[in-house]
């Protein structure tokens, strides 16, 4: 567990160097920041579309993932609960900094396979690697969003954690197959993230978050097929 501690504390110590680094930065540059990283968070969720759909077993699956995962969290009013959770921040884009964080820090071959690693094969290359990119990517969110980016390193620590007793426990129950169904839709609610911090249409992220189990519960009912 140790490799995810160290990417938990990477989050933590970058959101609170962008923190203080947002105390000194002019709206302008804020306002460039936040562009450049709308466009990188683009293109990052592009990347993962398309590097995880030639993997696909099932390229429907993310479809029906999308739209089932969305019709569960309208139902939860899942984003609701989560901006009345949120209401006591004076920053007002918080929810959607910390939205975009989760996704960004949780969903990935890295952040996902390298529990799996861990788990399995003591392996660590994986979680270390992907620490120092969550510590660059805290770092430019915390300037943007504030220090309660920082709050995304607890899911990230309950993620990592439930993957890795996941592993340990069935040896394997997390495949190749289903990590790349799970980073496909990933990929869109990363982009969709993209499209939020550019402005260019806001989607309801936190209601789409349900999407992400689809492919869990789909590659279970098969399993006893």
């Given at each position: ?121 003591h392996e660590y290359t994986f979680l270390i690697t992907n620490g120092l990119l969550d510590g660059i990517t805290s770092i430019i969110l915390g300037s943007t969003f504030g220090i309660g980016i920082a709050l995304a390193s607890a899911v ?70």
């Amino acid at each position: 567990m140790w490799g995810t501690l160290f990417n938990t504390f990477t989050i933590l110590i970058g959101s609170a160097l962008g923190s203080i680094f947002k105390k000194g930065i002019k709206e302008e540059y804020k306002q460039i920041l936040m562009q450049a990283l709308g466009l990188a968070v683009l293109a990052l969720g592009t990347s993962t579309f398309f590097k995880n759909m030639e993997k696909s077993q099932y390229p429907v699956l993310f479809i029906v993932s999308l739209v089932l995962g969305g019709l569960l969290g309208q139902k939860l009013d899942l984003e609701s609960r989560f901006d009345r959770l949120l209401a006591a921040s004076s920053d007002s884009d918080l929810a959607e900094g910390l939205s975009t964080a989760i996704l960004l820090f949780c969903i990935g071959s890295l952040s996902i396979m390298g529990p799996v690693e861990a788990a399995l094969h003591h392996e660590y290359t994986f979680l270390i690697t992907n620490g120092l990119l969550d510590g660059i990517t805290s770092i430019i969110l915390g300037s943007t969003f504030g220090i309660g980016i920082a709050l995304a390193s607890a899911v990230l620590f309950v993620w990592q954690g439930s993957i890795y007793l996941i592993a340990f426990l069935l040896k394997g129950a997390i495949s190749a197959p289903l990590v790349a169904e799970i980073s496909i839709v990933g990929g869109i609610l990363i982009f969709a993230s993209g499209l939020g911090i550019l402005n260019i249409k806001k989607i309801s992220i936190v209601n789409l978050l349900p999407a992400l189990a689809i492919p869990i519960i789909f590659f279970i009912i098969i399993s006893f097929l």
